[in-house]
């Protein structure tokens, strides 16, 4: 069985006074199209996110084939990776990919291809320009909720600091390339990206 977890537990402050994982995409609210696209290829499915989020998600996942999980942020502000470790810890499965609520065009058969890569390492994450997309990348849940939680005690914040702990693959790119497209990166975090984004689904 192989897990899904959506981070979602961010303050959207580009995006105003509204939460951007529930926002209104072309009709359908962003989290939603992360969790229909991940869905494809996971069994499980959790979604890391603030308490006083829970119900706008829960609706907006509402009849979602995979009944989801919540794994709620003890401390909402300690970032991506204390929200990693939180929805990792809600997971029963050996691997798990990690995807960011904001990522809608996120491509299945590529997030396939790195459980594909994952396996028999502690996790697989591309590297499609200078910068490792962690928010979008398998990993074994316990070996890297583990490095986490020792990243946030030594005061780290940034997401990639555990992964370096981890016997981990880099998905270069021109493999990212052989498999997929740039645009399954891209990530909305003002309206103005939304509405341009609206205008390709």
């Not at 609210?29 to 308490?51: F, H, K, S, T, Y």
């Not at 200078?130 to 074994?140: C, K, S």
């Amino acid at each position: 069985m192989r897990a899904g977890v959506i981070v979602s537990g961010g303050r959207s402050t580009r995006f105003g006074d509204s939460d951007k994982a529930v926002a209104d995409l072309a009709g359908t609210p962003m989290i939603r199209r992360v969790a229909d696209r991940l869905g494809q290829v996971v069994g499980d499915l959790v979604v890391n996110c603030r308490e006083d989020q829970v119900e706008a998600i829960d609706a907006a996942l509402s009849g979602h084939t995979l009944d989801p999980t919540f794994a709620l942020d003890a401390d909402p502000d300690q970032g991506p990776m204390a929200g990693i470790a939180t929805g990792l810890e809600a997971v029963d499965s050996e691997y798990a990919a990690v995807v960011a609520c904001d990522m809608p065009f996120v491509d299945p058969g590529f997030v396939d291809y790195l459980f594909e890569r994952a396996a028999s390492h502690e996790a697989a994450v591309p590297r499609p320009d200078e910068w490792f997309q962690t928010t979008q990348a398998v990993y074994h849940a316990e070996a890297m909720r583990a490095a986490c939680r020792r990243a946030l005690e030594r005061g780290e914040h940034k997401v990639v600091e555990p992964v370096f702990d981890l016997d981990y693959v880099v998905v270069e790119h021109e493999d990212v390339l052989e498999h997929t497209t740039l645009e399954t990166f891209e990530n909305l975090n003002t309206r103005e990206e939304f509405e341009a984004a609206a205008e390709q689904f």
